[in-house]
Antibody, heavy 114, light 113 residues
Framework: QVQLVESGGGVVQPGGSLRLSCAAS????????MHWVRQPPGKGLEWMAF????????YYADSVKGRLTISRDNSKSTLYLQMNSLRVEDTALYYC???????WGPGTLVTVSS | DVVMTQSPLSLPVSLGQPASISCRSS???????????LSWFQQRPGQSPRRLLY???NRDSGVPDRFSGSGSGTDFTLKITRVEAEDVGVYYC??????????FGQGTRLEIK
């Protein structure tokens, strides 16, 4: 069955960087587009980024454009989110999701705090 | 960006009673291919979101038939015929017609009265 597992979250100071990973299994990763979505504690869902199955196309939310970079390694069935210049308001649970069917992972928590 | 507005934001319901959640979009969600990319998600406490319905009214695999979706254009509704205890959680509508960005409603918290 489809499985997505995020990792790489943690506590980081404002201005710092993190790289999140999403390991995919149970399906042909290279044939699916992927999304990152985040959820601040106690709040709603906010779409962050998209990448096409071949990595050739990327889209970002305006709130993170220039600070976040989505990428993928189809040989490792892994999706990435490089997060730079982190702000307190980036504190959230970050989910990866498979496009089309919208299967989600359990999420990884990023806390930006001094 | 398309703004998705849900109501109510809080929905207390007695077990076995029906429930209804409204979702309105700031512009029509009919795509150029004729399809309407409006989905509903359920997020149970402590869990990831799970899609219940796609393209307004199509149930995902394993979703009980007490969940149904309807609507067109800018007005959509999620209905639960008889609420069960396992339905407690937050429900989100999402549009995928005019993207990027994909946009979600604010969420409706369903609780047992």
């Amino acid at each position: 069955q489809v499985q997505l597992v995020e990792s790489g979250g943690g506590v980081v100071q404002p201005g710092g960087s993190l790289r999140l990973s999403c390991a995919a299994s149970g399906f042909s990763f290279s044939t699916y587009d992927m999304h990152w979505v985040r959820q601040p504690p106690g709040k709603g869902l906010e779409w962050m980024a998209f990448i096409r199955n071949d990595g050739a196309t990327e889209y970002y939310a305006d709130s993170v454009k220039g600070r976040l970079t989505i990428s993928r390694d189809n040989s490792k069935s892994t999706l990435y989110l490089q997060m730079n210049s982190l702000r307190v308001e980036d504190t959230a649970l970050y989910y990866c999701a498979r496009a089309g069917t919208w299967h989600w992972g359990p999420g990884t928590l990023v806390t930006v705090s001094s | 960006d398309v703004v998705m507005t849900q109501s109510p934001l809080s929905l207390p319901v007695s077990l076995g009673q029906p429930a209804s959640i409204s979702c309105r979009s700031s512009q029509s969600l009919v795509n150029s291919d004729g399809k309407t990319y409006l989905s509903w998600f359920q997020q149970r406490p402590g869990q990831s979101p799970r899609r219940l319905l796609y393209e307004v009214s199509n149930r995902d695999s394993g979703v009980p038939d007490r969940f149904s979706g309807s609507g067109s254009g800018t007005d959509f509704t999620l209905k639960i015929t008889r609420v069960e205890a396992e339905d407690v959680g937050v429900y989100y509508c999402m549009q995928g017609t005019h993207w990027p960005p994909v946009t979600f409603g604010q969420g409706t918290r369903l609780e047992i009265k």
